[in-house]
């Protein structure tokens, strides 16, 4: 296990305990999260080496790499999929008038084959070969693998995605940096990433699935989000509501606290209708390159 000895927004070094949580998906292990004294931030300390965090990555579980649809819960993401697919590239195309596009963490590829379809001309990065494989044969996108990120030419891309990836990102302002790199100058990058904040997250606590320890390494606030990417000279324009995740985070949820997971699908309802307080379960964060 490694310990973070620095908080990885504000950079100073005093954390306090917040939360234990299990891995409920696959090893059943106990992690802490912990609260950096000086911002706020929160995020999970210590964590599995790079090399030994891949397995906890294996399971079918894991939707984003898998693209099962065995049990009820991941037969329904896979329905809502669709829908969101279709805003997704609905949002991209408003925001920007250019087609090159990088989408880190591609998993199987489902989102890149979408927007190609619209005229972009996307590829992907992916840490996991096996996800990578699926992508190619099933959904016909290329995909490398994530150490390509740091091969890509300055100034290469208009848009670069990242769906629910930046929470998993090991080293987080050396990767952030790089990417001010390769996007062109008003470049748009979208991030959409779980909110600590929101309602669903408060009511069940170290049950909450968003926070996925230990492969979510970051549990994310708006507020936290916006001051890591103003030190990288990124402006926050766009904060967009991806409502159907409080449906999914909450019957997750209810499996882990051995519960009816349709439950879930009130809890959602209700997180949604507080989120003008509390913000929404999952938000994308819509940010532009200043220079």
Not at 204 to 231: C, G, M, T
Request: proline share 3%.
């Amino acid at each position: 296990m490694n310990s973070i000895k620095s908080c990885p927004v504000c950079e100073k070094n005093d954390f306090s305990p917040f939360l234990e949580v299990t891995d409920h998906m696959i090893t059943k292990e106990k992690f802490n999260i912990v609260e950096c004294d000086s911002c706020g931030f929160h995020f999970t300390n210590p964590i599995p080496a790079a090399e030994k965090i891949g397995q906890y990555y294996k399971s079918e579980d894991y939707i984003s790499h898998s693209s099962s649809n065995k049990g009820l819960i991941n037969y329904l993401y896979n329905i809502v999929r669709g829908i969101t697919l279709k805003q997704k590239v609905k949002w991209i195309k408003n925001a920007t008038d250019g087609r090159e596009l990088l989408d880190i963490g591609s998993g199987t590829g489902h989102f890149l084959k979408a927007v190609n379809k619209k005229g972009f001309k996307g590829i992907g990065l992916e840490p996991d070969a096996d996800a990578r494989d699926y992508a190619h044969k099933n959904n016909e996108v290329r995909s490398s693998s994530q150490e390509e990120l740091y091969n890509i030419e300055k100034d290469s891309f208009d848009v670069v995605t990242m769906w629910h990836v930046l929470e998993h990102v090991y080293d987080l302002r050396k990767d952030v940096q790089r990417i001010n790199d390769i996007l062109r100058t008003g470049g748009k990058l979208f991030i959409a990433v779980p909110n600590m904040n929101a309602h669903d997250a408060r009511f069940y606590k170290e049950y909450w699935a968003a926070y996925d320890v230990p492969r979510h390494l970051y549990h994310f606030k708006q507020n936290d989000i916006s001051r890591l990417l103003l030190d990288f000279d990124f402006d926050l324009k766009k904060v967009i509501p991806m409502k159907y995740d409080a449906y999914y985070v909450s019957m997750l949820s209810e499996k882990y606290k051995k519960r009816i997971a349709l439950l879930g699908v009130i809890r959602g309802f209700i997180s949604n209708r507080k989120a003008k307080k509390y913000g929404y379960s999952s938000q994308v964060y819509v940010f532009e390159k200043r220079n």
